[in-house]
Nanobody, 115 residues
Framework: QVQLVESGGGLVQPGGSLRLSCAAS????????MSWYRQAPGKQREQVAT???????YHADSVRGRFTISRDYAKNTVSLQMNSLKPEDTAVYYC?????????WGQGTQVTVSS
């Protein structure tokens, strides 16, 4: 079994920054890719960013240029640096990992952007 534990959420003012982290542990042979998703109240969960085993990255249009995904391969962690935060970034952020071609989700961490 694989566990994903997120940290780093919280309350921040518009224009501020937060850094989310997610650590994978358990029975891991190979992490194919790791991602961040978010879900705002009343909306569907959406993909925010992904980083592959080879280091290629994807960022959704809504966050490109403001958010940056990165990965520590040795520690099996993924981070999301979020800058210039907007109220519309308010959501529960979930870590997702494709481990040995099986998908796993973290429990989610709340990010609230408000003055």
């Amino acid at each position: 079994q694989v566990q994903l534990v997120e940290s780093g959420g919280g309350l921040v003012q518009p224009g501020g920054s937060l850094r989310l982290s997610c650590a994978a542990s358990g029975s891991i042979f190979s992490i194919v890719d790791m991602s961040w998703y978010r879900q705002a109240p009343g909306k569907q969960r959406e993909q925010v960013a992904t980083i592959t085993r080879g280091g290629s990255t994807y960022h959704a249009d809504s966050v490109r240029g403001r958010f940056t995904i990165s990965r520590d391969y040795a520690k099996n962690t993924v981070s999301l640096q979020m800058n210039s935060l907007k109220p519309e970034d308010t959501a529960v952020y979930y870590c997702y990992a494709n481990v040995d071609y099986k998908g796993y989700w973290g429990q989610g961490t709340q990010v609230t952007v408000s003055s």
